[in-house]
């Protein structure tokens, strides 16, 4: 069995001829088609999935040609990408084909935790109104296509996009293909010979994203492919059904062994309450247990490779390393030997797509926590992802129904969120500012929450000569003549303690010196920095991932001979129920020195999700922000020792 070749297809005249873009006025380039021919076969007793494209491009602008002219196609995973041709066609009609030895194997995409390669190739003698094609092959072995998304929408109009879809066949295989659609009317299948299935999407827009939008795939066109069997269930019987399962399954892999037992108590053994004792286990797994499904272990590839299966949490505890699973079923066995009703649970991931439980699949309820029940309440824990406090969730699982398992049927309920104060970014800078503007001091950095994750993710993999220069390039580009010295952090790897970041600073030119006056800015921590939201028309709802909070507390002492000239401060702003945001201006006693306190929370009782519709207030609310944190304050020359 070999999948289907595909043979350029004759250019027509229209194709030639088309001058501008059909479908949008402003496209720099449109698809005129993008198939993709989709084939899960067996190969002896293994599966292959076998996927070939091939897209048909017109070039209508300079960025067009720009953008056309190198492809990157990127390889995840083992897959293996063979049969790579491309073309360009000219106005003319004359053909130019792209050359073997223009077809490169080469790293795409170097960045932290992440190297991609891949093909690259640039298409030969691109210009504007020329035709750009090209085509590949990618073969998977020991794969098949189920949940796979066939994305309609991309980053440029396409007149016409179509999967050819050919599902596995085979006696000892008694699944079917099933498909969803999301965001558009389903298209129907239809059936082709050689047994493939075409779905169609003709004039699709090209998708364009927007600050603090909902995730992707909430927002753009795709269909997910996916085998099952066709069991007649409603919605409650299909997740009944599932909740019972897991509960099967997981249970007896959570029972405690004495060696367990007597870790659990140790460990707790300071405690006295029940959330304190979970927030004890969780710390230890999390920082006792190697989690080797986590970049975050550290494990060389010696020690990887002189580790055991884990059969039971004891051995996990024995080895004091294990899989992600192997860390949450080891927290579990732990909260159940002090007595806890503990429970494997699926949860939803909302950065990724919204569950809707009238989907039934278990595709959108991967990730698993630990479920316990406090006061006939279940709160959930995560011991396996890494950079988390304890008794936190990542914000992606924050406020989602969760599928708890039980020995009857699964339980629906939702998880914990955090409020904004318990992700806090407070910053204090201590100044000094000269008679030319310069502006010399220490600032401090305190994380904690979500946006110390997101700093420790950014950071981990970092030596500390990287690190320093990271923050220093991220500071330069904000405050283009500062200079940073006595560069440190704190509790990189001390989960439970605030994330901190402190150094020295000077920066000429800060202030403006205008003979007898100086202009200043004394929010200095929001120094040049755009607005959050620019474009005065948006297409999708605003989305934030997470509530938080900053603290600003800056102290600035002024250059001998000159005082604050009618000081005023911004006036506090009521976001109504989602958050509140104040400036405090005030100068000490002598006048001497300036004091500036800042406060922003955002996001109380989680409300993070905006319709498009109350855009224009939530765009003016944050403009009065940014026009607050760009508040300036004049000073003055004044009299010293008798003269000015």
């Known amino acids: 069995m070999h999948a289907r070749t595909i043979e350029w297809r004759p250019v027509g005249p229209a194709e030639i001829n088309q001058k501008k873009p059909k479908l949008d006025p402003a496209a720099d380039a449109e698809a005129l088609f993008w198939e993709v021919y989709i084939e899960d076969v067996a190969r002896g007793g293994d599966a292959q999935s076998i996927r070939t494209h091939y897209i048909r491009i017109k070039v209508f602008t300079e960025k067009g040609k720009e953008d056309q002219a190198t492809v990157e196609i990127p390889r995840f995973g083992k897959t293996n990408i063979s049969e790579v041709a491309g073309r360009t066609i000219k106005p003319d009609g004359t053909v130019i084909d792209l050359k073997k030895d223009s077809i490169f194997d080469r ?8 190297k991609l390669r891949g093909k690259s190739f640039a298409m030969p003698n691109v210009e504007v109104g020329d035709i750009v094609e090209y085509r590949w092959k990618e073969t998977r072995d020991n794969e098949l296509v189920s949940y796979m998304r066939l994305h309609m929408q991309r980053d440029m109009p396409m007149w016409q996009v179509t999967y050819h879809v050919k599902p596995l066949q085979h006696e000892a295989f008694p699944y079917g293909m099933r498909s969803m659609a999301f965001q558009c009317e389903h298209p129907p299948f239809v059936r082709e010979p ?4 075409a779905v169609t999407m003709s004039n699709v827009p090209a998708f364009r994203t927007e600050p603090n939008m909902p995730p992707e795939d909430a927002v753009k ?60 286990l969780d710390l230890y797994c999390r920082t006792k247990i190697k989690n080797t499904s986590s970049r975050a272990s550290q ?3 010696e020690e990887r490779k002189a580790l055991k299966e884990n059969k039971n949490p004891g051995d996990t505890l024995k080895q004091r390393a294990g899989t992600g699973l192997d860390v949450l079923l080891l927290f579990a066995s732990m909260a159940q030997s002090l007595g806890m009703d503990a429970r494997i649970a699926r949860v939803p991931d909302r950065s990724d797509t919204y569950f809707h439980p009238g989907r039934l699949t278990t595709y959108f309820m991967r990730n698993l926590d630990v479920a316990v029940n406090l006061d006939q309440k279940w709160r959930f824990y995560d011991p396996t992802t890494p950079y988390l406090e304890p008794g936190r969730l990542r914000w992606q699982e924050e406020g989602q129904q969760a599928l708890v398992s039980d020995p009857k049927e699964g339980l629906f309920t939702q998880t914990q969120h955090s409020e904004p104060s318990a992700s806090l970014k407070s910053r204090k800078g201590k100044f000094k500012l000269l008679e030319d503007g310069t502006l010399e001091g220490e600032v401090t950095y305190r994380y904690t929450g979500h946006v110390a994750v997101e700093q420790r993710v950014r950071l981990d993999d970092m030596s500390p000569a990287q690190r320093e220069e990271d923050w220093k390039e991220t500071l330069v580009a904000r405050l283009s003549t500062a200079q940073m010295s ?8 001390q989960w439970d303690k605030p994330f901190t970041v402190s150094h020295k600073l000077s920066i000429p030119g800060y202030a403006i010196r205008t003979g007898k006056r100086i202009l200043l800015e004394p929010a200095f921590f929001e120094r040049n920095y755009t607005a959050r939201f620019v474009d005065t028309t948006r297409k999708y709802d605003v989305h934030f991932p997470y509530g938080w909070g900053e603290r600003d507390e ?3 002492e002024l250059p ?10 911004p006036a506090p ?40 519709s109350v855009y224009p207030a939530l765009k003016r609310l944050f403009e009065q922000m940014h026009t607050d944190d760009n508040h300036v304050l004049t000073l003055k020359q004044v009299a010293v020792n008798g003269s000015k």
């Not at 790293?107 to 992440?114: F, H, I, P």
């Not at 050689?194 to 299935?197: A, Q, T």
């Not at 006595?486 to 790897?493: G, H």
Request: hydrophobic residues 40%; proline residues 4%.
């Open 486 to 493: 006595d560069f440190k952090i704190e509790n990189s790897d």
């Open 573 to 612: 702003l009521q976001i109504g129920e989602t958050g509140k945001f104040e400036v405090k201006l005030r100068r000490a006693a002598d006048g001497r020195k300036i004091y500036l306190e800042r406060n922003l929370d955002f996001g109380f009782g989680m409300r993070l999700a905006f319709p498009v």
């Open 299 to 301: 494990l060389t590839a």
């Open 560 to 569: 001998e001979g000159w005082e604050l000239d009618n000081p005023t401060a």
């Open 107 to 114: 790293e795409l995409v170097k960045t932290k935790g992440l």
């Open 194 to 197: 050689d047994g493939f299935f």
């Open 221 to 280: 066109s795709w269909m997910l492919i996916y085998y099952e069997e066709d069991r007649k269930l409603d919605v409650q019987k299909f997740w009944r059904e599932i909740g019972k399962q897991d509960f099967q399954r997981y249970k007896p892999l959570t029972k405690p062994d004495n060696n367990v037992k007597a870790t659990a108590l140790e460990v707790t053994s300071a405690a006295s309450t029940p959330e304190e004792k979970l927030q004890l």
């Open 554 to 556: 800056i102290e600035i």
